[in-house]
């Protein structure tokens, strides 16, 4: 029989500040009504202080292991999705992997965006599938309020700061990371991005008056290429393992923007009872938001239940995976 990667257990942290539409209505020209109409965000979370990303991560898997009852010693690789990681190198892996004590894993980060999560998750059950390893981590962490600009109103209504993660172990039956499609095209770079930091533009006095350091987005390019990116993987997924509407029970997309959701679930022929969303309370986590969810609708899985994972992000990137859950 062959083995599978099946997901195990979900973990999640978000930190404790709350940023609401109210609030921001006293930092840029902006209002609940319009925010909640155009993304349906009500509020995201803030971490505050001299903290980064791998933070946000590290708390995330001390729940994931707590929930699991797994030792930090027995984990054999972690893999965190980010692109705010806390510096260039180390990967915030590595220093997830040092918090947490888990001192026999080797770790590295997965740079893809918002779609980063799913991009981890196919690469982290390839390790489970070979037989090499027995228990991956994956990690999707971003501290998104450290590369946005709160005088741009139409980006910084957008994102949140949070961390979820889940447990991959090697199973015989039938369920688990059943498929996923992966995608991407560096054409849509000049659409999504943030410039400055790299070795393009390192940092300067220049790079840093022209705002290079912030997330540049043009709304509505973007808007119409997650639309229909997101709602084909989710289709073609779908297609590939024969599954109906009715075989679903939860799509779980990227939570970017309710009206993205709302047309990727039409495509699939999902009704919004088998949506999960949690935007209204987190906004845009980045590779944190697919993990958020299944930690909020965890006690309504069952096993077996049939998932589809799909997810849209900067430069572009975009996939789906089908997941049949696991416990």
């Given at each position: 029989m062959a083995i599978k990667a099946a997901i195990k257990g979900v973990g999640g942290y978000v930190p404790d500040y709350v940023l609401t539409n109210a609030e921001l209505e006293t930092m840029v020209d902006t209002n609940n009504e319009w925010i909640l109409e155009r993304t349906g965000i009500s509020e995201r979370r803030i971490l505050k202080g001299e903290k980064g990303s791998s933070y946000l991560g590290a708390r995330a898997v001390e729940n994931l292991l707590e929930?699991?009852?797994?030792?930090?010693?027995?984990?054999?690789?972690?893999?965190?999705?980010?692109?705010?990681?806390?510096?260039?190198?180390?990967?915030?892996?590595?220093?997830?992997?040092?918090?947490?004590?888990?001192?026999?894993?080797?770790?590295?980060?997965?740079?893809?965006?918002?779609?980063?999560?799913?991009?981890?998750?196919?690469?982290?059950?390839?390790?489970?599938?070979?037989?090499?390893?027995?228990?991956?981590?994956?990690?999707?962490?971003?501290?998104?309020?450290?590369?946005?600009?709160?005088?741009?109103?139409?980006?910084?209504?957008?994102?949140g700061d949070g961390a979820g993660a889940v447990l991959l172990e090697p199973t015989e039956e039938e369920e688990g990371v059943m498929d996923f499609v992966l995608k991407s095209d560096g054409s849509g770079a000049p659409h999504l991005h943030m410039k400055g930091g790299g070795s393009l533009y390192p940092p300067s006095h220049q790079t840093v008056d022209d705002k290079m350091h912030y997330i540049f987005q043009e709304g509505m390019h973007v808007f119409k290429h997650a639309v229909v990116s997101m709602a084909d993987v989710s289709?073609?997924?779908?297609?590939?393992?024969?599954?109906?509407?009715?075989?679903?029970?939860?799509?779980?997309?990227?939570?970017?923007?309710?009206?993205?959701?709302?047309?990727?679930?039409?495509?699939?022929?999902?009704?919004?009872?088998?949506?999960m969303m949690n935007i209204h309370r987190y906004g845009n986590t980045t590779a944190a938001t697919i993990p958020l969810c299944l930690m909020d609708y965890e006690n309504k899985l069952n096993k077996g239940d049939n998932l589809v994972f799909a997810a849209f992000g900067g430069g572009f990137t975009w996939g789906a995976a089908y997941i049949k859950w696991a416990y």
């Amino acid at each position: 029989m062959a083995i599978k990667a099946a997901i195990k257990g979900v973990g999640g942290y978000v930190p404790d500040y709350v940023l609401t539409n109210a609030e921001l209505e006293t930092m840029v020209d902006t209002n609940n009504e319009w925010i909640l109409e155009r993304t349906g965000i009500s509020e995201r979370r803030i971490l505050k202080g001299e903290k980064g990303s791998s933070y946000l991560g590290a708390r995330a898997v001390e729940n994931l292991l707590e929930k699991t009852n797994t030792k930090a010693e027995d984990i054999d690789l972690i893999i965190c999705a980010t692109v705010t990681a806390d510096m260039h190198f180390p990967a915030n892996a590595n220093l997830i992997a040092h918090d947490v004590g888990a001192k026999n894993s080797f770790g590295y980060d997965v740079n893809a965006a918002c779609s980063g999560f799913v991009y981890a998750l196919g690469t982290g059950a390839q390790f489970i599938e070979t037989g090499k390893y027995k228990k991956v981590i994956i990690v999707g962490a971003d501290k998104m309020s450290s590369i946005v600009d709160y005088t741009d109103r139409t980006t910084c209504v957008l994102f949140g700061d949070g961390a979820g993660a889940v447990l991959l172990e090697p199973t015989e039956e039938e369920e688990g990371v059943m498929d996923f499609v992966l995608k991407s095209d560096g054409s849509g770079a000049p659409h999504l991005h943030m410039k400055g930091g790299g070795s393009l533009y390192p940092p300067s006095h220049q790079t840093v008056d022209d705002k290079m350091h912030y997330i540049f987005q043009e709304g509505m390019h973007v808007f119409k290429h997650a639309v229909v990116s997101m709602a084909d993987v989710s289709a073609e997924i779908m297609e590939r393992n024969n599954l109906t509407s009715n075989d679903i029970a939860y799509l779980v997309p990227h939570q970017a923007n309710k009206r993205i959701i709302d047309a990727t679930a039409r495509r699939m022929g999902v009704g919004d009872e088998k949506v999960m969303m949690n935007i209204h309370r987190y906004g845009n986590t980045t590779a944190a938001t697919i993990p958020l969810c299944l930690m909020d609708y965890e006690n309504k899985l069952n096993k077996g239940d049939n998932l589809v994972f799909a997810a849209f992000g900067g430069g572009f990137t975009w996939g789906a995976a089908y997941i049949k859950w696991a416990y």
